[in-house]
């Protein structure tokens, strides 16, 4: 069995404690915001006729995302460097709400049937 290997931070004291609690505020905001609304938001969008088959298709992207942010990261962190890294994600962000308020439709009032 592999053995964990032990990561040496090369941060200050307070460059250290600044990047702990901007990762834990990240974890905050994304629980609060987009993590759980995906969900609502796919158990909304389809008419029943459609709508088992539509959830496992787009949960099924969903998860294939987060698995290739997964395996991207560090080739691109160790490549690119943390500026271009975060930079692509940062774009990819600015897209996707571009995207929700161009193309997601708004359900309120309306009967998942319409939907």
Same mark, same amino acid.
């Given at each position: +069995? %592999?053995?964990a290997q032990t990561v040496r931070s090369s941060f200050s004291h307070w460059h250290g404690v600044i990047a702990l609690v %901007?990762?834990?505020l990240y @974890? @905050?905001?994304?629980a609060i915001s987009w993590g759980p609304i995906v969900w609502v938001l796919l158990g !909304?969008?389809?008419n029943n006729r459609i709508r088992a088959s539509a959830l496992a298709v787009a949960a099924t992207t969903n998860w294939? %995302?987060?698995w290739l942010v997964t395996v991207s990261f560090p080739? +691109?962190?160790t490549g690119l460097g943390p500026a271009v890294t975060y930079g692509v994600y940062c774009a990819f962000a600015v897209i996707s709400i571009y995207f929700v308020l161009r193309a997601v439709q708004e359900t309120k009032g309306r %009967?998942? !049937?319409h939907a």
């Open positions: +069995m %592999a053995q %901007a990762a834990n @974890v @905050v905001a994304f !909304e969008m389809f294939l %995302a987060n080739p +691109m962190l %009967a998942l !049937e």
